[in-house]
């Protein structure tokens, strides 16, 4: 073999030696690939069984509430929300005090209320205003029961309907369907309240005093009866949404690990 067949033959083998080089270079570079990609697809599968196994339950996989979930949280809400709203009007000046409750005298007796206050006589109607709203305050706490006994009777399709419904979705629950009763039972015990209170007596007075549209107005002119129990209801059902929408709203006022869990569910 002469000297230049040497030299080619020399460059040829190192040539292979190069390209085998290259190839197992290409080859070993490709299996790492896959074994770090598995080693990391393995990482991440446990970094995330780690994470899930840290977080609680409630928070990793969040269910929807049971109907009967949402049943007792409805019935958990409304007692709580019901009770709150009685003691903060059945208390001393509840409804007086209040401007968003307050009751005033009856359209019809507001033309010979501004007479009185004209001439100085404001004393008789302020009077007979805060018999009226003294009424309320004390028939607002009989009614606890009534309310109670109206929550414990609704339907688990109700209690579906309140908890994915609007703010003041109870609310509208128990102006719709159980107003009438509401207030046949609640309409004497205000009856009585103001009998008690004294009503009655400052209505006369207060009709004594408007002599000038006496023409106009009478004792019978108003059914206070009706007048006071509807505004009663009325003052009643406005603090009660304030106390449905808050729980809705505020998670502090969510007081039960039930209303936490199903509010908070449907709150996201």
Sequence with gaps: MNEDNIVNYARFSVLLILMNLVLVSVSVQAGWRDYL?????????????????????SSAASTAPSSADMSKAILDALSVGVQKAIKLLGKQGGYLN????????????QYAESLLRKVGQGKYADRFIKRMNQAAEQSVTKTTEIFLDTIK???????????????????????DKTSDQLRSVIKPVVSQTMDESGVGSAYKKFITKSK????YLNEDTVDLD?????????????????????IRKDPVARSTDLLKQVFGYYAK
């Design 212 to 215: 000038y549209v006496s023409q």
């Design 226 to 246: 009706s007048y006071v129990t509807n505004k009663t209801l009325d003052g009643l059902f406005l603090k009660l949404a304030e106390e449905e929408k808050l």
């Design 153 to 175: 009777k609704m339907s688990v399709k109700d209690a579906r309907s309140i908890v994915t419904g609007p703010d003041d979705a109870a609310t509208r629950y128990f102006k």
């Design 98 to 109: 209040d401007a968003q409750v307050k009751i005033a005298l009856p359209e019809q007796l």
């Design 37 to 57: 990609d598995d080693y990391l697809g393995e990482e991440k599968t446990s970094e995330s069984a780690a994470t899930t196994a840290d977080v609680p339950a």
